[in-house]
């Protein structure tokens, strides 16, 4: 059996158990650069606030029903987010994190201990409400899809929020009531296509024939897609694995790519602020690399152009730089950013954002030497430096020791100058649990 | 000099599972006397937090706890995993605003009792679950000012 936990309105909801005065108040905060909603309180998806919808084109309306507004604060949401998975992972060891808000649960052998899940699961929701303030639904069935299921009904549906589809019976008068498009694994694109055809609910899909499923959707997958709807599991399984310091480590054989792409909060013409932006994020690409213990191969420097200006040609521009080993090192890893950005920029061209992107991966320290990689006790100075880097700014903060590329203005508190590309975040919260000098007042 | 800063950080953020590798790393030399008796340095960190997930650090604003040896500037740890009882010092929620205080049962009622004469006790007036946000385990109080000039390598001595 399979649990598939969310939480509910999950930005909104972290913002909440820092301010408590925000309940039942219309909350909203927004993306990045502060763009567009993502996410709302319950009060403020009734006053009408869509999923996604552009900033400054609700602006009244959320002025007129005095909304709360909040830029995102990631550091807040990222660590409540950890919370929550610490809690879920005392109820099981097979925890999957889907997304900073959801993740699965394997149950395995959790039955022949606990005869009712629903009760379980009802635990795990107060257990999780209780340490973090946190609300939550849960949806428990035989597999993933069934669980993604039975979690989106456990609001309308559920006991306490919590839904439990056991047999063939419940799961398909569940199915029987849900639009085929709102299925897990039914992309757009499949949805209308199987409307077309009549298969409007998931319970008439559920009843096709497995071959029909098969040849129409996408073989192996509608194949798959099939099983589950049946209660046979059969999706890869990815539990997190406990890695220092109680952080996830996904599994790091599934990573393609390393990326850290930001949009810029005004465009950016001049090369140095060019240079600084690249050299920031292609230091957050490496430490995110190094957190997962690989090396990249293939460096690719991306700027954009304004999307939504008549333009000839394409907005978004590439170049790669290919590295003759495989590494994980902030120098070298700057340099060919530096360089792909020389390549790539045209003087006079004004950039909306800009990224790094690392591909070409494999597990570090296994790289195969070439002959100009430099010796054995280079690797190893390298190795030392990188990490005494990632130990400092772990204990110091984000950022704390980096190359001067990325930056060294510092404002009268201490704190490092935000640049002249930073996104818009004009209505952030503190980082209450994550930044000594921002910390929760009580 | 890179042995010497790998040496400093190696010991100060040590987690428990991992032993200090406090040998040379050049393989040079007499090996320390101590390597084999070694014990992982003392972990704050695992003392305050009992329950890691539920417990979250705030700064004290206020004097009302100051008889509670609380003071402004203060550090606490409060966990919202643990059950509030009668004599708690909690961190609670009136009017909106977190504030932190002393729960007391008066005549089988719950109240809100500072630790400062200042200060008037506030009766809960209502549910105690969303009264009470966590209850405080600790408080760290920096007996010498922070920021420069307090420590013995400061300039100037």
Redesign the interface.
Known sequence: MFALVDCNNFYVSCERVFAPQLAGKPVVVLSNNDGCLISRSDEAKQLGLKMGEPYHLVRPLLEQHRVQVFSSNYALYGDMSRRVVQVLSGFTPGVEVYSIDEAFLDFGGLRLVEKDLLAYGIRIREAIARATGIPTCVGIAPTKTLAKLANRRARLHGTHGVLLLETPAQWRAALAQTPVGDLWGVGRRYARKLTEMGIATGQQLADLPEPWLRRHLGGVVGQRLWRELHGQPCLAWNPAEWADDDHLAPDAASRHSVTCTRSFGRPQREEAALREALATFAAKAAEKLRRHGLAAHLVTVILGTDRFAPAVGPATHTAVVSLPTATQDVALLTRAVLRGLRQLRRPGVAYHRAGVLFSGLEPAGKAQLGLFAGTAADQQRSQQLMTALDKLNARFGRQTVRLAAAGVGKQPDGQPTPPAWAGRAAYRSPLYTTAWHELWTV | M?AS??GF?AA??L?T?ELPLFGC?IPAGFPSPADDHLDAPLDLTRHLFR????T??????GDSMIGAGIHPGD??A?D??LRARDGSIV?A?V??????KRLQLRAGLPWLVAENARYPPLAVDRDLGLAV?GVVTHVIHALAPEGAGSGPWAAGR
């Open positions: 890179l800063l790998h950080i100060a953020h987690t599972r790393p329950h890691p997930a539920s979250f650090l705030a700064r004290v604003s550090l606490v409060v919202r995993a961190v929620v009017e909106g605003e977190h504030t932190i946000w």
